[in-house]
């Protein structure tokens, strides 16, 4: 008799807020729902991992794929340069631990997929930097309309044909949901861009060709019932 095969486990990155359940208003760690529904709705096992004091190695071990999420501006002292007046409060925290766990994911050919905020942490990771306010680069706030909110955000992007990123979204032309004011300005070392906004150019998808799969995506497909993105994440971490 074969073995049954154990679903993968994908790694969720995420924040520690404060946040109000219940009775409690406290400090806790923080993802948006709809990140962990897209794995489960996948066959994946989502866990939900906090910044980490003692490093990413041990939990590595444990996870066949890393997810980072969206969230707050990543620090500009990361990428060498002062911080936008927009900029919002840093999370160092945050910060330190997702780029070192790009760093060892990376380092392991570890499927990752980085979503918004995950994407700038990959490219910054590999030498790269950021657009820190959009509006000043495209004169308008096409990719942040609504604040809290993904509707009125929506944009279509364009993916190169035969991509990992067109291939895990399916399709090579689409509409996609949005948050966020920056944007990749100068590629990290390795890595590819594999998307871009129809409308103004920005930078939507980016991969690294030589790992298994590493892809980043400037849009929120957690945010998309019919978006394959995430499951492509779990499919890499099965297949691994």
Same mark, same amino acid.
């Given at each position: 008799?074969?073995?049954?095969?154990?679903?993968?486990?994908?790694?969720?990155?995420?924040?520690?807020? %404060?946040?109000?359940?219940?009775?409690?208003?406290?400090?806790?760690?923080?993802?948006?729902?709809?990140?962990?529904?897209?794995?489960? %709705?996948?066959?994946?096992?989502?866990?939900?991992?906090?910044?980490?004091?003692?490093?990413?190695?041990?939990?590595?071990?444990?996870?066949?794929?890393?997810?980072?999420?969206?969230?707050?501006?990543?620090?500009?002292?990361?990428?060498?340069?002062?911080?936008?007046?927009?900029?919002?409060? =840093?999370?160092?925290?945050?910060?330190?631990?997702?780029?070192?766990?790009?760093?060892?994911?990376?380092?392991?050919?570890? =499927?990752?997929?980085?979503?918004?905020?995950?994407?700038?942490?990959?490219?910054?990771?590999?030498?790269?930097?950021?657009?820190?306010?959009?509006?000043?680069?495209?004169?308008?706030?096409?990719?942040?309309?609504?604040?809290?909110?993904?509707?009125?955000?929506?944009?279509?992007?364009?993916?190169?044909?035969?991509?990992?990123?067109?291939?895990?979204?399916?399709?090579?032309?689409?509409?996609?949901?949005?948050?966020?004011?920056?944007?990749?300005?100068?590629?990290?070392?390795?890595?590819?861009?594999?998307?871009?906004?129809?409308?103004?150019?920005?930078?939507?998808?980016?991969?690294?060709?030589?790992?298994?799969?590493?892809?980043?995506?400037?849009?929120?497909?957690?945010?998309?019932?019919?978006?394959?993105?995430?499951?492509?994440?779990?499919?890499?971490? %099965?297949?691994?």
């Amino acid at each position: 008799m074969s073995p049954v095969s154990q679903p993968p486990v994908i790694g969720i990155a995420c924040a520690v807020l %404060r946040a109000q359940w219940g009775p409690w208003d406290q400090p806790g760690a923080v993802v948006g729902a709809d990140y962990i529904l897209q794995v489960q %709705r996948a066959g994946g096992v989502a866990v939900v991992i906090p910044p980490d004091p003692a490093g990413p190695g041990t939990l590595l071990d444990r996870i066949d794929a890393l997810m980072l999420t969206g969230g707050s501006d990543l620090e500009a002292c990361a990428y060498a340069q002062e911080a936008h007046t927009a900029a919002e409060d =840093p999370d160092r925290a945050r910060d330190a631990y997702e780029m070192a766990l790009v760093r060892e994911a990376l380092a392991r050919d570890m =499927p990752l997929l980085g979503i918004c905020r995950g994407m700038q942490i990959l490219n910054v990771v590999l030498g790269g930097d950021l657009r820190q306010h959009l509006p000043e680069h495209v004169g308008a706030n096409t990719h942040c309309r609504t604040t809290g909110s993904f509707e009125g955000n929506e944009h279509l992007v364009t993916l190169t044909p035969g991509s990992l990123a067109a291939r895990a979204a399916g399709e090579a032309t689409h509409r996609v949901p949005s948050h966020h004011h920056q944007a990749i300005d100068r590629l990290g070392a390795g890595l590819v861009v594999s998307g871009l906004a129809q409308e103004d150019g920005v930078v939507e998808a980016i991969e690294a060709p030589g790992h298994r799969f590493v892809l980043g995506v400037q849009w929120h497909p957690e945010a998309d019932p019919s978006s394959p993105v995430i499951a492509a994440l779990v499919h890499a971490a %099965r297949e691994r």
